[in-house]
């Protein structure tokens, strides 16, 4: 096909109704977190719920009371199943992961949850033999009516986000490799589909100023050297890979590029027979490609990461202000210069931010690149310093990079850009060390409990260390962050080794 049959090809496209984001195609990050906003629409949709529960059945309390009805429902009887009711459904997960709650119609988990929860009451007191036809019928309107004002209120709320922030927030930003006509198929079955939780940002190729069917469609972004710069701008990214399995060294060049940016990469099979597709059929597809990377933690399990950073956080910041102070003080009166230490580091996705440390050498031989390790006796090294190093204390200001969302509570330590082992930069010495950079750096980590900690100016205690991250990358749960949060204190208090 020649470049005007491209042309052509895509002058009968220009009015596909392709929903993109032209201000993510200029690279602008995102507002707000994806992850974060469904969590917090999640606590939205269970306090209507557990609103309509306790709201109903206060009204029939009154009701059964005005109108004389013997029944065993109360205040507290309300209260104490809402609170069951709030607490299971949390523990089942019900909202967090339940995007398509949105549409207002997914209401049958949480009337399945109350009526389970309503036959295990209405059992209890069949048990004690207290079970009149006018206690089940009380009963039975609480629930229908609770559902009912849920089921409303929920839609009501539903329709208003839906129309104001369902494309910026629950559709992940996506990106085609790619300017054939298999690409073009893809994208007319994600515009054709309305529940598709794609929102299309644009493409990249190779053949910069070539036309081809995306041409007029969606943005051109830049080249496919482009695409690893341009993920980063991003929480999350979607990237469609339209080329040839013939090509497959550029493939894995892209992955390669890619691997520890947020991106789950997908490889579209088959492009001849893709190319054909009807839009729907397309859709459909595109949903069962083969998926050659995707970031480390799934949203969900970023979201309470996240949560437990500013939680938790804010709790070790107050606990901690005390030592703060005295150590601020003791430097202050050690040595002349500042009391915090600032370096760049990099954090994840490698992208650059600023650690703060507590000043732990003179300031005449500080070393802002950190180009020379500090060693065991580093004449650099101050009198406070040494005291502080040898138990960690000179990275607690980094409890503020938490808050900030640089650092996480816990994940593999951030090393600084210029460091060496035995003469050679991290990144030489261990080929897939960027890796790391696909979590948040911490303030310790599983290397740091295990021994770990301290120098990493010999090749293979960067390795060890490096491996340790990896596994931690690896496996990572809430219960193994618990376990190392509570495993850091005892590794402070007894080092085997100086300081990282």
């Known amino acids: 096909m020649s470049m005007s049959d491209h042309s052509i090809v895509a002058e009968e496209h220009e009015e596909l109704d392709v929903p993109f984001d032209s201000g993510a195609a200029a690279g602008s990050k995102l507002r707000f977190s994806t992850n974060v906003f469904v969590v917090l629409f999640g606590i939205f949709c269970c306090i209507i719920d557990t609103g309509a529960l306790i709201g109903v059945g206060w009204g029939i309390v009154a009701l059964a009371g005005h109108l004389g009805f013997a029944t065993s429902l109360n205040t507290a009887v309300v209260l104490g199943l809402a609170t069951v009711f709030l607490v299971v459904a949390w523990i089942l997960r019900i909202y967090p992961r339940r995007r398509a709650a949105l549409s207002g119609g997914e209401i049958g ?35 229908v009516a609770a559902v009912v004002v849920s089921k409303v209120c929920r839609f009501a709320v539903a329709s208003v986000v839906r129309h104001n922030v369902t494309a910026a927030y629950l559709q992940r930003p996506t990106v085609v490799v790619g300017n054939n006509d298999a690409a073009l198929a893809l994208v007319r079955g994600l515009a054709s ?30 080249t496919v050297d482009a695409a690893a710069a341009f993920s980063e701008n991003y929480e999350e990214l979607d990237v469609f890979l339209a080329v040839p399995w013939t090509a497959g060294s550029r493939i894995l060049q892209l992955v390669e590029q890619l691997r520890f940016m947020p991106a789950t990469i997908r490889l579209i099979p088959d492009l001849s027979a893709f190319a054909q597709l009807s839009g729907t059929a397309a859709a459909a597809a595109a949903k069962l490609t083969p998926i050659l990377h995707t970031p480390p933690l799934p949203p969900y399990q970023r979201a309470v990461k996240a949560a437990t950073d500013l939680g938790l956080g804010a709790i070790v910041l107050v606990l901690l202000t005390p030592i703060l102070l005295a150590t601020a003080i003791a430097i202050k009166l050690d040595s002349p210069g500042p009391v915090i230490f600032l370096q760049p580091r990099r954090g994840q996705f490698g992208r650059l931010f600023t650690v703060y440390k507590f000043r732990s050498l003179h300031t005449a031989k500080a070393d802002a690149n950190a180009e020379m390790l500090v060693t065991k006796g580093d004449s650099r090294v101050t009198r406070v310093g040494r005291f502080i190093r040898k138990y960690s204390i000179d990275e607690l200001p980094q409890i503020i990079n938490v808050l900030k969302g640089d650092m996480s509570l816990v994940g593999p330590r951030p090393h ?22 696909r979590v948040k750096p911490g303030m310790t980590g599983w290397a740091q409990i295990n021994g770990w900690r301290g120098e990493t100016d010999t090749e293979e205690k960067l390795r060890k260390r490096v491996e340790f991250d990896f596994y931690y990358i690896s496996n990572w749960s809430w219960r193994l962050d618990l376990k190392i949060l509570f495993g850091t204190l005892p590794a402070m208090l007894f080092p085997s080794a100086g300081n990282s």
Not at 109 to 134: H, K, T
Not at 197 to 213: E, T
């Open 109 to 143: 988990p949480i009337v399945r949850l109350l009526g389970g929860l309503f036959a295990g009451a209405l059992a209890v007191r069949f048990a004690e033999q207290d079970l009149s036809v006018v206690e089940v019928i009380v009963w039975a309107v609480w629930l």
């Open 193 to 222: 589909d309305e529940s598709s939780p794609y929102r299309l940002v644009g493409f990249f190729d190779d053949g910069q100023g070539r036309d081809g069917p995306l041409t007029g469609v969606v943005p051109y972004i830049g």
């Open 416 to 437: 600084a850009i210029m460091a060496k082992a035995d003469g050679k930069l991290y990144g030489a010495v261990v080929p897939n060390y960027s890796l790391r950079y």
